[in-house]
């Protein structure tokens, strides 16, 4: 037993749990020695990549037995790999820290630098302690326009703990859905090679709708609720047709309640600002005018009788 964990690099106390578990075969006994084989080798092996992609030991027994059956794991080792790879065509770029700076301002900012390292949008490089991995150069390229823009870096970095939280949100709900609706058939057993490779399929298939109809969505509402925050900013009067709408074939009317100019004597002006002040002249003027035309309609109706 000492020999196999050397050359797996797994501890006697883990061996003789996977022992007791079910998960590794008993080796052979050969008077008071215990034999154990390349295949015992192998176990382990698999035993480590199948937890190192989530798998608990439960689930690996069941695998490994349905493996043991004749059955495979390399329908579902194909499964978990296309799970595990990018869901974006995006690649990752290297970038030093004298280009981070001169991205960001040309300034110095090592708390915005450990704040994005804890986020994850930048990996710092052991090997090269002066440079950056950008998993996401897009998502760094965000930040950057929206500091110049004047949003302050850390304020940045709130707002994307924010924004991630709801989106894994949303993954999860997905996730949930379409296990529901698609891959639960695949999951309430240890899946055959044949049905691992089709749920492999499957994902390959489903992959892009998350991200299109989280786009979609997401455009509906920022232009209906960006139109909602001009409104609300600069009034009604501010706001003109969208860029798509049809062109107008004709002039709209003016409300009712429109102003139009219409010239008047001066000395009327003046006459009715000594009368009422300069802050009522519109409306007394307005309001004499109402007076004139509904007197002329009563007039005009009762010479109709």
Not at 96 to 113: Q, S
Not at 258 to 275: C, F, G, K, M, N
Not at 287 to 300: C, F, G, L, S, Y
Request: avoid cysteine; charge should be negative; aromatic fraction near 4%.
């Amino acid at each position: 037993m000492e020999d196999l964990a050397r050359h797996s690099g797994a501890t006697v106390r883990t061996i003789r749990g996977y022992q007791d578990r079910g998960l590794l075969p008993r080796p052979e006994r050969r008077g008071r020695a215990n034999v154990y084989r390349d295949t015992h080798l192998s176990r382990l092996g698999q035993i480590a990549g199948l937890l190192d992609r989530g798998y608990t030991l439960a689930s690996i027994k069941e695998l490994l037995e349905a493996w043991d059956a004749g059955r495979g794991l390399g329908g579902v080792l194909g499964l978990v790999a296309e799970v595990e790879r990018p869901w974006s065509d995006e690649e990752a770029a290297r970038m030093t820290r004298a280009e981070l700076n001169e991205k960001f301002g040309g300034t110095r900012d090592d708390a915005a630098v450990e704040d994005a390292v804890e986020l994850g949008v930048l990996v710092r490089l052991p090997e090269t302690p002066d440079e950056f991995l950008v998993p996401s150069p897009q998502e760094l390229a965000v930040a950057a326009e929206l500091h110049a823009a004047g949003v302050p870096l850390l304020a940045i970095s709130g707002h994307l703990r924010e924004l991630r939280a709801q989106v894994e949100h949303i993954a999860g709900r997905f996730l949930d859905f379409t296990t529901e609706y698609v891959f639960q058939q695949y999951l309430d057993h240890p899946p055959t090679d044949a049905e691992a490779t089709e749920a492999a399929s499957l994902v390959r298939r489903l992959r892009p709708l998350a991200q299109q109809t989280v786009d979609a969505e997401l455009a509906r509402a920022m232009r209906a609720l960006a139109t909602r925050y001009l409104r609300r900013h600069l009034g009604e009067t501010a706001i003109s047709a969208p860029a798509d709408a049809p062109p107008a074939t004709t002039s709209p009317a003016p409300a009712a309640d429109a102003a139009e100019p219409v010239p008047l004597p001066a000395a009327t002006v003046r006459a009715v600002r000594e009368l009422v002040g300069a802050e009522h002249t519109a409306a007394f003027i307005a309001a004499a005018a109402e007076r004139e035309v509904r007197a002329r309609t009563m007039d005009a109706l009762a010479t109709r009788r």
